[in-house]
């Protein structure tokens, strides 16, 4: 293969790799004694705590009951002890700031003890509150800049655990971040308040149905991780790899997925190399992943977990991301988590399977065997219809950012438009209650495939569909639009306080109807979903959300199609958005407008990034090597006149106008960029509209070139290389 020496370098590296670790055996240290070795879990607690403290924790942990302070220092001298026999030094309260990211900040457990030694300190009053400076988080006018003061507040639901560094170990304790004044400036807050709000009502509609359940009704979560890996020398050589995680050049290769060989096809050794360590790391932290594969993009993969609640489960998610892009360097690679690092393949998300229940109950979406007799997971489902026909937009604008734009309505992700898929059986169950005759449903068979040898296999009584952005999948729904590299909080959040909004409808509607009267439930139930259907039932589509029918269909229905950031933001601040965050108390008003500012604020501030990225590499990379690509051009039709040969070469004309053409985007797209606005979505509606078409207008040109450019002479790594030398 020709090329610039760099990039043979990089092939070089790759191709000659070998492990810089021993393999792991895991005969000699199985999975299940590695799994959860690291976390300060329900064991850990019991071995080591009173048995009067380790109760009064349980009952905080598993009924929502408040936590006692008292017990607070015992528990933080047996967390400490734990933490530094397993050889920590540090400790640091995580939280999840409104950038999306982990946050920490580690302080020691040493303190000297005034006579030239040390001692090891660790009081309840440091494990319940830290106070991290909070003026450089985005607060989006909750509070001025000066005003710096911010705490964070140990969440007992969610375990502490030990990250361990070649170098050492420090203790995690999970928290929640707020502002000196009690707003949530963060990702878990909310989610903690979500869930309050949810478990009232549910436990509502249970008492009326006669369900009994001591444990608190929760929403639980399993987040399927798409990712893309490439070699580390690949991803140097492309700065916008490097700074923006996606590529904003690139001619498409020859091949791309179209051969469909790549989606669960044998993992490249080096890649399961990378698996099997990422999900040992993940086994220490107890997080309970279970599936890997190849995606359908060339050079990308997917990592999912068993269901866990909501809390731990967007917890875990976090540390998954850190973990893959910690590992990936290890073996020579970088772990991008955009959700579109490459244009004309799939991009990457992260599908949030959603339930509602606890552990008594298991999942309040199991309609069981005949779920048209099976009344209480009706209302339920219902109630999860009625939500996101209301409330769609707000579900659209949960996973509104400039790289999720990228995906959405493509055809690896569902599209803008909110729908629910229920699948044939529980379509034609609630439609049968909309008409008011209900005879049955239909029945799970089995399958025959014709081969003796094979057993037969049962079908499920409805397909999947993945083309659905709310798809029912059994006893779940599961929301695809959700962007790889975002945080499952902010659609969970929205999820459970439209079901305590749906809920709370359900249940004050049914208590009217039946005045405590259980004999009257049945036919007030069944009056209730008819009337839920015949006002919410446009949100429901079995189809395939692709097609540019359903887009008029959805149209012609009033659902919304909000196909970019700022389109969907806005949505945020909208009265009825703002009502029902307030009424639940999940949001104040001022924290639900703060979010529409601080999202509409990053996503100006990623395409800006990206804008001028795009005017450097053009300018500095792509032009130069254009036109040294010229020069020999109209160096050999110098030679060839001279010789006496008239020859024209084509070429050089067609390189001159492409790189005049490039040219010009280039100074547009600067002149563009000076643009002033007089709001954060004026500005965001400039950058959508105007500047991301600029840019794709250099790119149009720079990709044209790159397509007949010299190989020896092009110094980014092409696409080619990128997704296929692994």
């Not at 530094?84 to 020691?108: N, Q, R, S, W």
């Not at 030990?162 to 999970?174: A, D, K, S, V």
């Not at 020579?332 to 959700?339: A, D, T």
């Amino acid at each position: 293969m020709s090329g610039i020496q760099a990039r043979l370098n990089a092939i070089s590296a790759i191709t000659n790799y070998t492990p810089s670790a021993a393999p792991m055996n895991f005969a000699e240290t199985k999975p299940t004694e590695l799994f959860g070795c690291n976390v300060f879990n329900d064991k850990v607690m019991k071995d080591r705590l009173p048995k009067t403290v380790y109760k009064s924790l349980k009952k905080t942990i598993e009924l929502g009951e408040k936590l006692d302070p008292s017990i607070a220092d015992v528990v933080a001298n047996a967390m400490k002890d734990w933490a530094i026999e397993k050889g920590a030094t540090h400790f640091t309260h995580v939280f999840y700031p409104l950038t999306g990211l982990t946050a920490e900040k580690h302080d020691a457990f040493l303190v000297p003890d005034g006579k030239g030694g040390a001692l090891a300190e660790f009081s309840g009053k440091l494990l319940i509150q830290g106070e991290p400076d909070a003026s450089s988080f985005p607060s989006g006018g909750l509070r001025a800049t000066f005003e710096a003061r911010g705490y964070t507040a140990w969440d007992v639901t969610s375990p502490a655990y030990l990250l361990e560094n070649p170098n050492g170990t420090f203790l995690c304790i999970p928290t929640a971040f707020v502002s000196w004044t009690g707003e949530a400036l963060d990702k878990k807050t909310p989610l903690l308040r979500a869930n309050q709000a949810l478990n009232k009502q549910a436990q509502r509609v249970l008492k009326l149905f006669g369900t009994e359940t001591r444990l608190p009704v929760g929403s639980f979560a399993g987040a399927e991780q798409e990712y893309f890996l490439i070699d580390r020398n690949f991803a140097f050589a492309r700065p916008d790899l490097h700074i923006c995680g996606r590529s904003l050049f690139g001619a498409k290769p020859a091949k791309g997925q179209e051969f469909e060989d790549q989606y669960f096809g044998v993992i490249p050794r080096r890649v399961l190399s990378f698996m099997m360590e990422v999900e040992r790391e993940l086994f220490k932290l107890g997080v309970p992943v279970k599936t890997r594969h190849n995606e359908v993009a060339p050079s990308q993969y997917e990592i999912a977990p068993i269901f866990e609640t909501s809390n731990l489960a967007t917890d875990h998610n976090q540390m998954v991301m850190t973990v893959l892009r910690s590992v990936a360097k290890r073996y020579g690679m970088v772990c991008l988590l955009h959700e579109k690092p490459f244009a004309g393949i799939n991009g990457s998300g992260k599908h949030l399977n959603y339930s509602i229940g606890n552990a008594e109950l298991g999942s309040l979406f199991d309609p069981g065997d005949s779920p048209h007799e099976n009344a209480q997971f009706l209302v339920f489902c219902a109630a999860a219809i009625r939500a996101v026909h209301k409330y769609g937009a707000l579900l659209r604008a949960t996973v509104a950012s400039a790289s999720n734009d990228h995906r959405l309505g493509a055809n690896e992700a569902p599209p803008a438009i909110m729908s629910v898929y229920l699948g044939a059986q529980l379509a034609d169950v609630f439609e049968q209650f909309k008409t008011g005759k209900v005879n049955g449903c239909k029945k799970a068979c089995v399958m025959n495939i014709g081969v003796d040898v094979l057993p037969p296999l049962p079908m499920d009584p409805g397909d999947r569909n993945r083309t659905s952005p709310f798809a029912f999948t059994g006893n779940r729904f599961e929301f695809r639009a959700v962007g790889s590299s975002m945080s499952i909080a902010g659609p969970q959040v929205a999820l459970n306080t439209m079901m305590a909004e749906s809920l709370d409808y359900i249940a004050t509607e049914l208590e009217k109807a039946t005045k405590g009267d259980p004999a009257k439930l049945n036919d007030a139930v069944q009056k209730l979903l008819q009337k839920i259907m015949k006002e919410h039932d446009k949100v429901i589509f079995n189809g395939d959300g692709y097609s540019e029918e359903w887009h008029k269909e959805a149209e012609k229905r009033g659902l919304p199609n909000l196909k970019t950031t700022p389109d969907a933001l806005p949505v945020l601040s909208t009265p009825e958005v703002v009502k029902l965050f307030t009424s639940y108390g999940v949001f104040s008003e001022a924290e639900v407008k703060s979010r529409e500012e601080i999202y509409l604020e990053q996503y100006c501030k990623t395409v800006k990034t990206e804008a001028n990225l795009v005017i450097r590499m053009a300018r500095t990379i792509i032009f130069p090597a254009a036109m040294r690509y010229q020069g020999e051009l109209a160096a050999t039709c110098a030679n060839l006149k001279a010789a006496g040969h008239d020859y024209k070469v084509v070429t050089l004309e067609d390189v001159t106008a492409k790189l005049r053409a490039m040219q010009a985007a280039v100074g547009d797209l600067e002149k563009k960029l000076e643009h002033e606005a007089a709001s954060t979505h004026a500005e965001a509606k400039h950058m959508c509209d105007v500047i991301l078409p600029a840019m794709l207008k250099v790119r149009e040109y720079a990709d044209a070139l790159e397509a007949v450019v010299a190989d020896d002479l092009w110094a980014l790594p092409s696409y080619q290389e990128m997704l296929f030398i692994k």
